[in-house]
């Protein structure tokens, strides 16, 4: 069961931003709530690998990363983009919802994004170490990996159990996205009670 923390840094950018466009926008009602499978859906394609080996894991075993056939961020802003210019409070949340699946990919866990996809399949990731490990040092602020870069850095870095191993104990990447949860939960009482 531990294998669905990671969806508790989604779930609570999610919750997050609901909260704050509807504060944006002086909504008050729930129904936005409907729209937050949004900040899961591109991972929908993991489901696929999980169903294959009962895991989602980029690693010398497994050397290749999902965050492809759904990860188009410029296609994903562009439909919720139109969306939200022509329709208004509920395209802003699918927009900042997306959004922020994408921003969060970007940092800490997994292999990045490929920001300028279907152009470019250069993945991004920001403050990640050669090694992919979170890092403040200057020329790590923004690394990029180009594909087959990207499959000998999972072939050397890749960790098969980085659930348990970031999620199952104090570490930056626990630390944050249960923290980002907690406070989204802080934020929907505040939201409720408002
Ligand atoms: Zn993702």
């Known amino acids: 069961m531990y294998r669905i923390l990671p969806l508790l840094g989604d779930a609570g950018l999610g919750i997050l931003s609901i909260v704050f466009v509807s504060h944006w ?8 709530f409907l729209l937050l499978p949004l900040a899961f859906a591109p ?22 990363d999902h965050r492809e056939l759904l990860h188009k961020p410029i296609l994903w802003m562009l439909v ?8 208004g409070f509920y395209g802003a949340v699918a927009f900042v919802l997306v959004t922020m699946h994408f921003v969060h990919d970007s940092v800490l866990t997994g292999w990045g994004v490929p920001w300028l ?47 348990r191993d970031l999620y199952l104990r104090p570490t930056t990447v ?21």
């Open 174 to 194: 626990s630390i944050v996205e249960y923290g980002v949860f907690a406070l989204s939960l802080i934020a929907l009482l505040w939201h409720l009670l408002a």
């Open 25 to 32: 926008y002086s909504v008050s009602n729930m129904y936005a």
């Open 117 to 163: 996809a279907p152009f470019s399949k250069v993945r991004m990731k920001f403050f990640a170490s050669e090694a992919n490990q979170e890092s403040l040092a200057r020329k790590d602020w923004i690394r990029t990996w180009k594909p087959k870069d990207l499959h000998k850095a999972i072939v050397a870095h890749g960790n098969e159990n980085w659930i």
């Open 43 to 64: 991972d929908l394609d993991a489901i696929v690998e999980l169903r294959r080996r009962g895991k989602v894991a980029a690693s010398a075993e497994n050397p290749s």
């Open 80 to 87: 919720t983009g139109a969306w939200w210019y022509f329709g």
